[in-house]
């Protein structure tokens, strides 16, 4: 098992949000992570479309198996969000997220969240992390 992985797994033992999110891992490698999410009844607004605090969430966990995938723990500094579409009841989720720029200190990271079946996307979040000198213990 590579160390992204053995990061993920031991990240997601206390996740517990990433968990109530149901997020499915489809890609876990260093500086880069796909998940997946079906968007549930308890996740919509008031308009019958995802919650942008929950399109957040999905962002914020993929930018976290990225940016913590290189062994050092590295907590959120900044993010941001753009909203281009609402997502449906039912429909899945992918955030893919990528490592663009690695220091020593600093980390940013690009996530992209489409919705299956379509192509353009729907979320789009660029976040920094501080990569700490602490080492994930796995």
């Known amino acids: 098992m590579s160390k992204a992985r053995k990061v993920y797994e031991s990240m997601m033992e206390n996740d517990f949000c990433s968990q109530w999110l149901r997020i499915n891992p489809i890609l876990i490698e260093e500086g880069h992570c796909i998940l997946e999410m079906e968007v549930r009844k308890e996740m919509l607004n008031g308009f019958g479309t995802l919650h942008g605090g929950m399109a957040y969430s999905l962002a914020d966990s993929a930018l976290a198996f990225a940016s913590n995938s290189y062994g050092r723990i590295s907590p959120l500094i900044n993010g941001n969000m753009s909203y281009a579409k609402g997502a449906k009841l039912g429909d899945t989720l992918r955030a893919e ?42």
């Open 97 to 138: 997220a990528k490592v663009i720029s690695l220091g020593n200190k600093k980390a940013d990271i690009d996530v992209t969240i489409t919705c299956v079946g379509h192509e353009e996307p729907f979320y789009f979040f660029r976040g920094t992390v501080y990569r700490t000198s602490k080492e994930h213990d796995v």
